[in-house]
């Protein structure tokens, strides 16, 4: 198929479906065949503009869309994206490369958040105390912002955006999405369930692009939030943007997770487990382990590590049995062999080395198969950077004290995790440790709905997170009200110049 002929991704205005009237394209490809699927458009100005009208004017009549009407429009949401499960999953699977299975995941985890966002009645309760004062009671309501907007990485294309909108408007705010270029079939897929689950025109828009319309949503003057995840430099910079002019900002960025493993954790499940989140997603996870740190005697697993690594079936993601994909690009690939050479060259040894692996029938795919570092030093540049590929970097210490330091000194903060028995070592790890996510015999510890996601240090901007109460604060403004009713049938009292009230 030419260029010229690849369907294009429509852009979301006003409840249309309409076609970019841009020169700009980029093409989304199969990441395991290299087969073009369709092109993106790098939204114009207007269509930016006419995104955020529509979204503003929607606003006026959203904003006091009752909580029963908001609620059941999420649970129809959740219904059709239940029934579309496996279609959504495998688009996701052609454009972005994880296996099925992964995909399913993919959708089901932001399916929760689709959940919650149907539960807004009782997510978006204000408080109130009675008699504050004689006859004064003091009440807050959370009310929505106006226009939000949301700007989406390529490795979770259903989760993420799901993880923005659905919050976003159930608390009363309309949106602008604005999805990875690399991957936004999946998410349009969405994108369309949402609005035949009732979500009215206006209240949500989509506009595709990169840094120009990144950086337009950031400067619109009617914007009022800004959802960013993404990497470090990104998010650093759509933080600064944002706050500047006056909006508010969450941003979710990169990752370097490190997993301790103690000697006295069940070797085989440990294993199994690091293996699952070292290279599951070829690595490509926000989660994803990318290091590991063995404790003392445990490092003499390293072998078996390796091995079952090796045993890993790396293939096109809708093949069965596949373990892991090819990751997302030919340059992203370029990017990851050119680091783990790096590594070599800093003196690190290759235990497993995926550079040259086959992959029968998918030979121009752009995959990696597991690779595995050992002797692996903090000023090594494989560790210093998010490799964001099926390669793990594993070091040794000594101590439970020298992993936590080293953690710590890391400057990201995302997820952690560590492997033991012991209850005491385990509760010493989550006091100690300076990271958002932990992991305590569980290695990619991403928390349900119930709570937020959350991130310290470089791994985040601003102070709430996505999803989950924090998100409900994050999507609304509180407004303290402190009200007296007069009781006329007793006289008044003399006038009150003080600010005490009686
Ligand atoms: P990215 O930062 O390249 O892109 C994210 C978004 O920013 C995309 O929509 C992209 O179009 C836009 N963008 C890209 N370059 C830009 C620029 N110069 N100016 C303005 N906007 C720009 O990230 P990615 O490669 O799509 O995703 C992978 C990264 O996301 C990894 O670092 C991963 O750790 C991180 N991530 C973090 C979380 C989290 O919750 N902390 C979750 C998922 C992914």
């Known amino acids: ?53 529509s979204a503003a004017k929607a606003f006026k009549t959203w904003r006091n869309a009752p909580i029963g009407t908001r609620a059941r429009i999420f649970l129809k949401y959740q219904q059709l994206i239940r029934e579309n499960m496996k279609e959504i999953a495998a688009v996701l699977t052609s454009e972005q490369g994880k296996t099925l299975a992964d995909a399913e995941g993919d959708v089901f985890r932001g399916l929760e958040v689709v959940e919650q966002a149907a539960n807004i009645g009782t997510m978006q309760l204000g408080e ?22 949301g700007i989406t990485p390529f490795n979770f294309p259903a989760m993420i955006p799901l993880w923005m909108f659905p919050t976003a408007i159930s608390c ?62 990104v998010g650093n910079h759509v933080y600064h943007r944002a706050i500047k002019s006056g909006k508010r900002a969450q941003c979710m960025m990169g990752a370097k997770n490190h997993v301790v493993v103690m000697p006295d954790a069940p070797k085989e499940q440990t294993l199994n487990a690091l293996i699952g989140a070292g290279f599951g997603a070829a690595g490509q996870r926000c989660m994803a382990t990318s290091v590991v740190i063995f404790v003392g005697e445990s490092a003499n697993w390293i072998p078996d590590f390796a091995r079952k690594a090796q045993a890993l079936k790396v293939s096109a993601g809708h093949e069965p049995g596949a373990d892991l994909g090819p990751v997302i690009s030919r340059s992203a690939k370029q990017r ?8 070599l060259a800093q003196g690190a040894k290759l235990e497993l080395d995926g550079r040259n692996g086959k992959v029968a029938g998918y030979e121009a ?63 010493k790890f989550q006091e100690e440790i300076d990271v958002g996510q932990v992991g305590i015999n569980v290695p990619i510890p991403v928390p349900v709905p119930l709570f ?35 009781d006329e049938t007793v006289e008044s009292g003399a006038v009150n110049t003080t600010i005490s009230m009686r």
């Open 365 to 427: 795919g752009n995959f990696i198969l597991p690779t595995l570092f050992s002797g692996v030093k903090p000023e090594m540049k494989i560790y210093e950077e998010e490799i964001f590929g099926p390669v793990l970097c594993t070091l040794s210490v000594p101590t439970l004290d020298d992993a936590i330091e080293l953690i710590n000194r890391n400057p990201h903060g995302n997820g952690t995790g560590i492997f033991t028995r012991s209850g005491g070592v385990a509760r």
């Open 336 to 343: 990851i062999l050119g680091l783990i050479e790096e590594g």
């Open 452 to 486: 937020s996601f959350t991130g310290s240090r470089a791994s985040k901007l601003g102070d709430l997170g996505p999803y989950g109460k924090q998100a409900v604060l994050f999507y609304t403004q509180t407004k303290t009200v402190t009200s007296r009713w007069f």
């Open 1 to 53: 198929m030419s260029a010229e002929n690849a369907p294009s991704v429509p852009l979301l205005i006003d409840g249309k479906l309409v076609q970019s009237r841009t020169s700009q394209w980029r093409e989304i490809r199969n990441p395991a065949t290299q087969e073009l699927l369709a092109r993106v458009p790098l939204s114009t100005p207007e269509e930016l503009n006419a995104a955020v009208a």
């Open 128 to 149: 109130l105390a009675r008699n504050v004062a004689t006859g004064v009671d003091t009440y807050t309501l959370l009310q929505p912002l106006g226009v939000c907007a």
């Open 172 to 233: 009363g705010n309309t949106f602008v999405l604005k999805p990875s270029e690399q991957d936004p079939l999946s998410t349009m897929k969405l994108v369309e369930l949402a609005m035949q689950a009732g979500i009215p025109p206006g209240v949500l828009n989509v506009v595709h692009g990169t840094e120009e319309v990144v950086n337009g949503l950031c400067d619109h003057p009617d914007i009022k939030a800004i959802s960013f995840v993404g990497s470090t430099r």
